[in-house]
């Protein structure tokens, strides 16, 4: 059965930077097509897809966040983190981590980040 | 803004059949995949591939694909199929980037 669990502040102040933990169970990035990801959702908005990292470290990232955005893996310890520099209040959503094969398939239960001072 | 474009609202009387539109020119060139999402909960997947339904997925729900418009139908629509829906592909960049749609309210009368 595979499990995704995101972590992190539940609040951040603007220009501070956030960090997000994606725990994970039921598969390994060590194996070949997996990928873990992450999408974040305003209040009331869209989907946004932000970035995904792979097992041989190959990292993608939303070009419109890129230079926000840094995605790595700690494969013995099933995790992914997500950091995102200088937070403004529109980055206030629900963060998700996903597992991906051929699309993206299961995901975490997410976790609501405001940005706030 | 976003590379899929998806009607807004939608609505369907109990037991009809809806269908559910995405558009965009990455659709020529890969699948989409749909997602249920319900008030305060993650998307689940409902479709993926050229028409797969995950495990446990209802057999009512199917897609298509045709150039740049990939479908979600839904035959016989029950009260909680009443969600919001979102359609994701790869983006048109080449990159394997992935993009999701607006998101379709989808109303059952």
């Known amino acids: 059965q595979i499990t995704l669990k995101e972590s992190g502040p539940t609040l951040v102040k603007p220009t501070q930077t956030l960090t997000l933990t994606c725990t994970f169970s039921?598969?390994?990035?060590?194996?070949?097509?997996?990928?873990v990801g992450w999408i974040r959702q305003p209040p009331g908005k869209a989907l946004e897809w932000l970035a995904v990292?792979?097992?041989?470290?190959?990292?993608r990232y939303s070009p419109s966040l890129k230079s926000r955005l840094t995605i790595t893996k700690d494969t013995s310890k099933n995790q992914v983190v997500l950091t995102m520099t200088n937070m403004d209040p529109v980055d206030t959503a629900t963060y998700y981590c996903?597992?991906?094969?051929?699309?993206?398939?299961?995901w975490g239960q997410g976790t609501l980040v405001t940005v706030s001072s | 803004s976003s590379e899929l474009t998806q009607d807004p609202a939608v609505s369907v009387a109990l037991g009809q059949t809806v269908r559910i539109t995405c558009q965009g020119d990455s659709l020529r060139s890969y699948y989409a995949s749909w997602y249920q999402q319900k008030p305060g909960q993650a998307p689940v997947l409902v479709i993926y591939g050229k028409n797969n339904r995950p495990s446990g997925i209802p057999d009512r729900f199917s897609g298509s694909s045709s150039g740049n418009t990939a479908s979600l139908t839904i035959t016989g629509a029950q009260a909680e199929d009443e969600s919001d829906y979102y359609c994701n592909s790869r983006d048109s960049s080449g990159d394997l980037l992935w993009v999701f749609g607006g998101g379709t309210k989808l109303t059952v009368l």
């Open positions: 990292i792979y097992r041989d470290d190959d990292k």
């Open positions: 996903a597992h991906e094969t051929v699309t993206i398939n299961y």
């Open positions: 039921g598969f390994s990035l060590s194996t070949s097509g997996v990928g």
